[in-house]
């Protein structure tokens, strides 16, 4: 498919499945604007899309902080000449008993994971409907937004959120022509499967590498997820081939959640 003279908007670009994207939907022929915390390799990642002869704008801001992130995306997208497609790709797992969780670490994860979804539907948006743009807006789902997994609860939780907002969010917006949609990947071998299986290690005593080797051999096509296989499909959703999709959060998975 072509994304000749697109722009997209990615946030949490700077690794794993938001910067496979980025590269991805650039070399589909989309001008990128990326967005992360981490300045430095966020930076590093729009110079590899600029290397695939693509125009991309770095942005160093926080999806949890509505104004930061509005308007430096406004801003950026104003710059490049408009906004097509906006991936709401930006997340952060957390592992822990549903019993020991504080106030602090849900109303965290639900800035980002959730708020920072929000943020991002209602700056795409508006951007769309002041340029008169039938946009796409694709937000990171999960498996564990279709399955409560043990020591996932909160974050599953957030995951289930997206999907709701994923269906509510096309329903109000399919008057303007925008499509809202959601990818929800099973294992894919990031920095956040680091993290996770770590984290289940020192509270189940499993050895390192146990949980991770677990939840693979679980997988129907019997290899981890690659950023790769997501981005492939978010690709799909950028695209012409999936204008009459919306409001789903669609398993990309291997074969490990059935819905
Ligand atoms: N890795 C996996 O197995 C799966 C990941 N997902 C989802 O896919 C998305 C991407 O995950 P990965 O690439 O694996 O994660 P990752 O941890 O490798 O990368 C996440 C990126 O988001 C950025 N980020 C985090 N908080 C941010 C904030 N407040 N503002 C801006 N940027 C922020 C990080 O700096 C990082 O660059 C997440 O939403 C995650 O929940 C869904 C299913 C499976
Ligand atoms: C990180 C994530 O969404 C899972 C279920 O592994």
């Given at each position: 498919m072509s994304l000749s003279g697109k722009i997209a908007a990615v946030t949490g670009a700077a690794q794993g499945i938001g910067k496979a994207i980025a590269l991805r939907l650039a070399r589909e022929g989309a001008d990128i604007i990326l967005l992360d915390v981490k300045q430095e390799t966020v930076q590093q990642a729009a110079k590899e899309v600029e290397?695939?002869?693509?125009?991309?704008?770095?942005?160093?801001?926080?999806i949890s902080n509505r104004d930061e992130f509005q308007k430096t995306l406004k801003e950026a997208s104003s710059q490049l000449g408009g906004l097509d497609i906006m991936v709401n790709n930006a997340g952060i797992c957390q592992v822990k008993p549903i019993l020991d969780v504080t106030q602090e670490e849900v109303?965290?994860?639900?800035?980002?994971?959730?708020?920072?979804?929000?943020?991002?539907?209602?700056a795409a948006a508006n951007i769309f409907k002041e340029t008169g743009k039938k946009g796409k807006i694709i937000n990171a789902c999960s498996i564990a937004g279709h399955e409560g997994f043990p020591l996932l609860g909160i974050y599953s939780s957030t995951k289930f959120?997206?999907?709701a907002l994923t269906q509510s969010a096309a329903k109000e917006?399919?008057?303007?022509?925008?499509t809202v949609n959601s990818y929800c990947p099973g294992i894919v071998g990031t920095d956040m499967w680091v993290e996770i299986d770590k984290r289940m290690s020192e509270?189940?005593?499993?050895?390192?590498g146990a949980t991770y080797k677990k939840y693979v051999e679980g997988?129907?096509?019997?290899?981890?997820?690659?950023?790769?296989?997501?981005?492939g499909f978010v690709a799909?959703?950028?695209?012409?081939?999936?204008?009459?999709?919306?409001?789903?959060?669609?398993?990309i998975d291997g074969g490990l959640v059935y819905r």
């Amino acid at each position: 498919m072509s994304l000749s003279g697109k722009i997209a908007a990615v946030t949490g670009a700077a690794q794993g499945i938001g910067k496979a994207i980025a590269l991805r939907l650039a070399r589909e022929g989309a001008d990128i604007i990326l967005l992360d915390v981490k300045q430095e390799t966020v930076q590093q990642a729009a110079k590899e899309v600029e290397a695939l002869g693509r125009r991309a704008i770095a942005l160093t801001a926080d999806i949890s902080n509505r104004d930061e992130f509005q308007k430096t995306l406004k801003e950026a997208s104003s710059q490049l000449g408009g906004l097509d497609i906006m991936v709401n790709n930006a997340g952060i797992c957390q592992v822990k008993p549903i019993l020991d969780v504080t106030q602090e670490e849900v109303e965290k994860i639900y800035r980002i994971n959730v708020q920072g979804v929000i943020w991002g539907i209602q700056a795409a948006a508006n951007i769309f409907k002041e340029t008169g743009k039938k946009g796409k807006i694709i937000n990171a789902c999960s498996i564990a937004g279709h399955e409560g997994f043990p020591l996932l609860g909160i974050y599953s939780s957030t995951k289930f959120a997206v999907r709701a907002l994923t269906q509510s969010a096309a329903k109000e917006l399919a008057a303007f022509g925008i499509t809202v949609n959601s990818y929800c990947p099973g294992i894919v071998g990031t920095d956040m499967w680091v993290e996770i299986d770590k984290r289940m290690s020192e509270i189940t005593g499993a050895e390192l590498g146990a949980t991770y080797k677990k939840y693979v051999e679980g997988i129907a096509l019997g290899r981890v997820e690659t950023a790769d296989d997501v981005a492939g499909f978010v690709a799909f959703l950028s695209g012409k081939d999936s204008d009459y999709i919306t409001g789903q959060s669609i398993l990309i998975d291997g074969g490990l959640v059935y819905r």
